[in-house]
């Protein structure tokens, strides 16, 4: 898979979803493979580009380029608006932890991306 340079994931499915892993391309919309083992889902991931760019071409679809990573399009600074209420709320709770504000808010977020992952 080394000649082709779009970006992709690599997950594990899902017993309901007939486990083994899923190989997904966000620059690709719909393109997508699978296999038993994550090295098989590569393998049959470098066909699914190639399949899903030919199939573009004989439908004069454009064909993104692929995006290059670029990590400072990610600082860790964004800013967010709240309720006051929950401004207070957020900042009373911080102050019994004997934390920050943005220290609370940054653990309450990871902890909620993590439930949703399991």
């Given at each position: 898979?080394?000649?082709?340079?779009?970006?992709?994931?690599?997950?594990?499915?899902?017993?309901?979803d007939?486990?083994?892993?899923?190989?997904?391309?966000?620059?690709?919309?719909?393109?997508?493979?699978?296999?038993e083992?994550?090295?098989?889902?590569?393998?049959?991931?470098?066909?699914?580009?190639?399949?899903?760019?030919?199939t573009?071409?004989?439908?004069?679809?454009?064909?993104?380029?692929?995006?290059?990573?670029?990590?400072?399009?990610w600082?860790?600074?964004?800013?967010?608006?709240?309720?006051?209420?929950?401004?207070?709320?957020?900042?009373?709770?911080?102050?019994?932890?004997?934390?920050?504000?943005?220290?609370?808010?940054?653990?309450?977020?990871?902890?909620?991306?993590?439930?949703?992952?399991?």
């Amino acid at each position: 898979m080394n000649d082709l340079k779009y970006p992709f994931t690599v997950r594990p499915l899902s017993d309901a979803d007939g486990g083994g892993w899923l190989v997904e391309f966000p620059d690709l919309p719909g393109c997508v493979a699978d296999g038993e083992t994550p090295e098989k889902a590569l393998f049959e991931a470098a066909d699914a580009v190639r399949s899903w760019i030919e199939t573009a071409r004989l439908h004069g679809d454009r064909i993104p380029q692929p995006t290059a990573p670029d990590n400072s399009a990610w600082s860790g600074k964004w800013v967010v608006r709240t309720p006051k209420s929950l401004h207070r709320r957020l900042a009373e709770r911080a102050k019994t932890e004997g934390v920050s504000l943005n220290t609370l808010a940054v653990t309450l977020m990871a902890e909620g991306l993590g439930r949703r992952a399991v």
